[in-house]
C-alpha cells in the first residue's frame, strides 16, 4: 500500500492510484486532525488529490518530487 | 468473442435497422432532414465505434457512406434516387460483414477492396461538390474572458513574461474540465496535466463549491485545471486529444499575463493616460518610462494602479514594445479593471479564429462578441482627444472587423468601412455608433439556418437520454421466467397441503388459513408472471420493418408498382414468437408480390389501378395476435390447385370435386405445392406455403387464407400473444393426467355407447346434426381398454385444422394453467407430445400434440 495510515497520519509512497481515494477518504472522514506526510510521494492520482482538497489535512512534509510539489503544494495551502 | 466485439455488432445492427427504414423514407422525401439526420448519426454512430477493432472496411466503408449523407445533410450535393440504391447496397454489405464478423471475429483482408470500391461508387456522387478541406476544429468551448489570469501572483506571472520575452516561446492558456466519470475510464487527469509540455503556470481548483467531507463521492471528479504552458496551440491541441470536448485552448501573447491585480479605487493621475497614449503614438518609449515610474512611486504597492503600473514597465522594457498592446493596458487604467485581453487576442490572432470558423457560435462567443461590440462603443465614449482621435477610430474598427469576421457577418464590414472612413474624414463618431448600436441590438446576427437545425438534435440528444432502456441478456430473461414458472408450479402445492391439513390432520382452520396464504401467493405470482411477461413483449413493427424493403426491390425487380401499406405495428407479442414470424411473412410477402399482384398493363385491363396494394395488418384478438396479409391481386387459382393436386395424387378426383373453392385454397399449405407455372427465384420453389404453416403452428399459431380469384388474396396468421403459459384441460387416463391443450377443446359431452355409430372401421357420432368422427385416446396411444360396459364415454370435442373429432379419454378433470416445458434430449423424438408441465402435488404431466396424435 502506497499510503500508511498510522494513527493521526498518513504517510504517502510512490504512486498513489485511484483505488486508495476511498480508503483515505474513509480515514479522513475518522481522523478529524488527520495529517499526510508526502515526502515520498511522486504523484497522486486526481481523485486522492480531490479528497486531500476538501479534507484539507496539513501536510507536514511535501513531496520531495520538486515538480509535484510546485503544482500540488499551492492547491494544497489554499484557503488555510 | 470479446463483450466489445459482441455489443459492437448487435448495436451497429440496430443502427443499420435504422438507416435501412430512415433511407426509404428519404426516397420519398428527400427533404426530410430529421430523417436525414437520423440515418447520418446513425452511420457515424458506427464509424466512430468500428474504428475500436481492426476492421477496416468497415470503417472505409461507413465512413464514404457517411460523407455522401453529410453532403446531403448541407445541401451539397443535390439529391438522386441512385443515391438511395447505393446506400443500401454498401449497407447492405455492411449486414453481411457484421454476420461475418460475429463467426470469425474478423474480416478477410481482401474485403479492404470491395470496401474501397464499394465507396468509389458512393463517392461518384460526390464529385463536383467544393472539396474544401475540413477544417479540424478541435478547441469547441472558448474562454469568456481572461481575467482569471489575475489569480496567479504577480511575480510569477512576471517571471513568466520575462522568459517569454527573451526565448519568444509559444503561450497556451487552457482550462480542463475533466468529465465527471471520468476515473472510471481509467484517466486521471492531474497526470495528463502534470505532463504538459512547457507547463509554466497552474490552478487546481473544484468545479462547484465542495461539499462536506462526509459527502463526498470520491470517484467523481469535480476539478478544474486551469494553466497557462509555455507550448504551441497545437502541441496542446495533441495532448489533450483524447478530451477534445472538455478542454478549452487559446493560444496568447506574452502580453495576456499582464493582468494588473491589486486594491483598485486609487484616484487616477488625470493627464497621465492622455499623455501616455501620446507618447505611445509617437513610440517615445523612454519619456513614458520615465513618467511611468514617477507616477509609480505615488502609489501604494499593493493598489491595482502600481499593479498596472508595473505591468506597463515590464512591457517597455522589451526592445520592441508592442504599442497596441501598451495603449490597450493604458486604457485600461481609467477604469481600474481589464484590459480586455481576449479581444486583443480575438483581433490579431487569425489561427483561432480560422479554427472556429466551421462552426455556428455558442452561447459564450455570443456573449463575447457583444462584450467586445460594447467595449468599443465605450472607447468611443470617452472624451474626445483630437490627437488620438484616428488611433483611436482605426483601434475600434480593427477590432469590430475582426469581430465581425469572426461571427461570419461579412455582410457588415462594407458599411463599417464606410463609417470609419467617415469618422476619419469628418472627425464624428454617428455613423459608428449607428452601426454598434445595430450590432448590440442584434440579438441574434445569425442568419445561418443551421441554427434551428442544431437546436432540434439537441432536442433529440435529449430525448435520448430521458428514455431509460435497460438492454438485458435474453437468457437472463428467460431464467427468471422459468423461476416464476417454478414459484408457480410451487404455489400450485398449497391446496394440495390445505387439503392434507384437513383430511389427515382434521384441521378445518389451518386449511383455511392456508387457502388464504395461497390466494396472496397466487395474486402475486399472476402479476409477477404478468410483469415478466410484459418483458418479453415486443411490437410486432420489428418484423415489419424489413417489409418496406423487401416490397421496394422485389418491385422494382419485377417492375410492377406495389403500395405497402403497414398498419398495427405497436401490436406486442411475445419476443419468441415475433421471432419465429418473420420468415414465414417474408414468405407470404414475396407470394403476394410475385405471383399476387400482377404486372401493371395486366391490372389496369382488367380496370384495376396500375398501382398493386399490399396490407399488413396487425391487431390483438383475445389472448392471441392476428396479422392479416391483404392484397388485390390476382387470388388463388383455385382450378390450378385443384388439378394440381390431384395430379401430385393428393386427392382423387372425386375428392376434389366435392370440396369447395375455400376448401381447395387451404391446400397451397400443404408440402410440395407450387402452383407458379415457373419457378423464379423469388418464390416457387416449392417449399412455399407448407414453411409457412409448421412454422407458424409450431407457436401454436394457426393460419388460413380466403382467396377470390381476380380480387385479392387474403392470409391471416393467429398466434397466440406469449408461449409461457399454457392452458390445458387435463383428462384422467389409466389413472393418470394427461394435459390437452385448451385452444383445441371445443366442448366435452358425455357419449352413450350407443350413439357410436362404426362406419367401416371407423368410428363416429352425431353431435348437433353432424356425423364427427370419433377416436379412442388409449387407441391412439396404444393402451388396453377396458370394458366400460354401458356407461356413457366421457368424450373430448376438439377442432383440429378446422375438423371437428370427438376424442374418447377416460375422465375429464380441470382446466389448468402450466408452463409446457418442450421434450428434449433423447425423448425430443416424441412428437405425440407437446411438452411436459409440473404439477402442484410434484408429479408431471403429459400434454398431447393431438396434431400430430391424429
Not at chain 2, 462552426?359 to 459564450?364: K, Y
Amino acid at each position: 500500500m502506497p499510503i500508511h495510515f498510522l494513527k493521526s497520519v498518513a504517510c504517502f509512497k510512490g504512486v498513489c492510484t485511484v483505488e486508495e481515494a476511498e480508503p483515505l477518504l474513509q480515514w479522513l472522514q475518522d481522523q478529524p486532525r488527520a495529517k499526510i506526510k508526502l515526502r515520498e510521494c511522486t504523484h497522486l492520482h486526481t481523485a486522492i488529490l480531490q479528497v486531500l482538497l476538501v479534507a484539507n489535512p496539513p501536510v507536514t512534509l511535501p513531496p520531495q518530487d520538486p515538480e509535484l510539489a510546485r503544482w500540488l503544494m499551492p492547491a494544497l495551502q489554499n484557503d488555510r | 468473442m470479446s463483450p466489445l466485439l459482441a455489443q459492437f455488432i448487435a448495436e451497429s445492427r440496430d443502427q443499420l435497422e435504422l438507416i435501412g427504414v430512415g433511407l426509404l423514407a428519404i426516397e420519398n422525401h428527400p427533404d426530410d432532414l430529421d430523417r436525414l439526420n437520423d440515418v447520418f448519426r446513425a452511420a457515424h454512430t458506427i464509424k466512430g465505434s468500428s474504428g475500436l477493432f481492426e476492421i477496416k472496411p468497415i470503417t472505409l466503408l461507413v465512413h464514404a457512406a457517411e460523407d455522401l449523407l453529410d453532403a446531403l445533410r448541407s445541401q451539397e450535393v443535390r439529391f438522386e434516387r441512385a443515391m438511395v440504391d447505393r446506400l443500401l447496397d454498401a449497407f447492405d454489405h455492411l449486414s453481411q460483414w457484421l454476420d461475418e464478423m460475429e463467426r470469425n471475429e474478423s474480416l478477410p483482408e481482401s474485403l479492404e477492396t470491395t470496401a474501397r470500391e464499394l465507396g468509389a461508387t458512393l463517392r461518384v456522387f460526390l464529385q463536383g461538390r467544393d472539396v474544401a478541406a475540413p477544417v479540424e476544429s478541435l478547441t469547441a468551448p472558448v474562454f469568456a474572458d481572461l481575467v482569471w489570469i489575475g489569480q496567479w501572483a504577480e511575480a510569477d506571472r512576471a517571471a513568466l513574461y520575462h522568459r517569454l520575452a527573451t526565448s519568444a516561446e509559444p503561450l497556451t492558456l487552457f482550462r480542463y474540465t475533466p468529465d465527471s466519470q471520468c476515473f472510471f475510464n481509467g484517466e486521471d487527469p492531474f497526470y495528463q496535466v502534470r505532463q504538459l509540455l512547457g507547463l509554466a503556470l497552474l490552478d487546481i481548483a473544484p468545479v462547484e463549491p465542495w461539499p462536506p467531507l462526509a459527502e463526498l463521492d470520491a470517484y467523481r471528479c469535480a476539478l478544474r485545471f486551469t494553466g497557462v504552458a509555455c507550448a504551441s496551440l497545437a502541441e496542446l491541441t495533441t495532448q489533450f486529444r483524447y478530451v477534445p470536448d472538455q478542454v478549452t485552448l487559446l493560444a496568447a501573447t506574452p502580453e495576456t499575463l499582464a493582468v494588473p491585480t491589486g486594491r483598485a479605487g486609487e484616484t487616477v493621475h488625470g493627464g497621465f493616460v492622455a499623455e501616455a497614449l501620446t507618447l505611445v503614438d509617437q513610440e517615445d518609449w523612454a519619456s513614458l518610462r520615465g513618467i511611468t515610474e514617477t507616477l509609480l512611486d505615488t502609489y501604494d504597492p499593493d493598489t491595482w494602479m502600481a499593479s498596472a503600473l508595473r505591468w506597463l514597465l515590464r512591457m517597455l522594457d522589451s526592445t520592441m514594445p508592442d504599442p497596441a498592446a501598451v495603449r490597450l493596458l493604458l486604457d485600461a487604467i481609467p477604469a481600474q479593471q481589464g484590459p480586455d485581453w481576449l479581444q486583443a487576442l480575438m483581433s490579431s490572432s487569425a489561427p483561432v479564429v480560422a479554427v472556429l470558423l466551421q462552426r455556428p457560435l455558442s452561447e459564450i462567443e455570443q456573449a463575447a462578441f457583444q462584450r467586445v461590440v460594447a467595449e468599443q462603443a465605450r472607447v468611443l465614449d470617452l472624451p474626445e482627444d483630437p490627437a488620438t482621435w484616428a488611433g483611436r477610430i482605426g483601434s475600434v474598427c480593427a477590432s469590430l472587423a475582426n469581430a465581425l469576421r469572426y461571427v461570419r457577418r461579412t455582410d457588415l464590414l462594407e458599411e463599417l468601412d464606410e463609417a470609419e472612413e467617415i469618422a476619419l474624414s469628418v472627425h464624428t463618431a454617428e455613423a459608428l455608433r449607428n452601426v454598434l448600436a445595430r450590432l448590440l441590438d442584434d440579438e441574434q446576427p445569425l442568419p445561418d439556418e443551421e441554427a434551428p437545425l442544431l437546436a432540434k438534435v439537441e432536442g433529440a440528444l435529449i430525448d435520448k437520454s430521458a428514455l431509460k432502456t435497460l438492454k438485458v441478456d435474453q437468457t437472463k430473461v428467460d431464467r427468471l421466467m422459468d423461476l416464476i414458472g417454478e414459484l408457480v408450479v410451487a404455489k400450485n402445492s398449497l391446496p394440495y397441503l390445505a387439503r392434507r391439513a384437513e383430511r389427515v390432520y382434521g384441521s378445518r382452520d389451518l386449511a383455511r388459513e392456508i387457502k388464504d396464504q395461497y390466494g396472496v401467493i397466487n395474486r402475486i405470482a399472476q402479476e409477477l408472471q404478468g410483469s415478466i411477461m410484459q418483458v418479453r413483449m415486443m411490437p410486432v413493427g420489428h418484423v415489419f420493418q424489413r417489409f418496406p424493403r423487401l416490397v421496394r426491390d422485389l418491385s422494382k425487380k419485377l417492375d410492377k408498382k406495389i403500395r405497402l401499406v403497414v398498419e398495427g405495428e405497436g401490436t406486442e407479442a411475445d419476443k419468441n414468437i415475433i421471432e419465429t414470424l418473420a420468415d414465414p411473412l417474408i414468405h407470404i410477402l414475396r407470394n403476394s408480390i410475385d405471383h399476387g399482384i400482377e404486372p401493371p398493363e395486366e391490372r389496369l385491363a382488367r380496370g384495376k389501378p396500375g398501382e398493386g396494394q399490399i396490407r399488413v395488418k396487425a391487431y390483438q384478438d383475445n389472448d392471441n395476435v392476428a396479422i392479416e396479409i391483404t392484397d388485390d391481386g390476382r387470388g388463388v387459382d383455385s382450378a390450378a390447385v385443384k388439378n394440381k393436386l390431384v395430379r401430385r395424387g393428393l386427392l382423387t378426383v372425386e375428392q376434389a370435386d366435392g370440396l369447395s373453392d375455400h376448401e381447395i385454397v387451404q391446400w397451397i399449405f400443404a408440402p410440395g405445392l407450387s402452383t407458379a407455372d415457373q419457378i423464379s427465384d423469388i418464390s416457387g420453389r416449392g417449399v412455399g406455403m407448407d414453411v409457412v404453416r409448421t412454422s407458424v403452428e409450431r407457436v401454436g399459431g394457426s393460419v388460413t387464407v380466403h382467396s377470390q380469384r381476380g380480387v385479392g388474396t387474403d392470409i391471416r396468421l393467429t398466434l397466440p400473444l406469449s408461449m409461457a403459459v399454457t392452458h390445458v384441460m387435463a383428462v384422467e387416463l389409466d389413472g393418470k393426467l394427461i394435459g390437452v391443450p385448451m385452444d383445441i377443446v371445443v366442448e366435452t359431452v358425455r357419449l352413450a355407447p350407443a350413439a357410436i355409430y362404426t362406419i367401416k372401421h371407423r368410428e363416429a357420432f352425431i353431435l348437433r346434426d353432424r356425423l364427427t368422427p370419433l377416436m379412442r385416446l388409449r387407441r391412439l396411444l396404444e393402451m388396453t381398454e377396458p370394458a366400460t360396459g354401458g356407461a356413457a364415454l366421457a368424450t373430448l370435442v376438439v377442432k383440429i385444422r378446422g375438423e371437428s373429432v370427438g376424442i374418447v379419454v377416460d375422465n375429464f378433470r380441470e382446466g389448468m394453467e402450466v408452463i409446457l416445458k418442450p421434450l428434449d434430449g433423447v425423448l425430443a423424438g416424441l412428437k405425440h407430445y407437446a411438452g411436459t408441465a409440473l404439477l402442484g402435488d410434484g408429479s408431471v404431466m403429459l400434454v398431447l400434440n393431438l396434431k400430430e396424435l391424429l
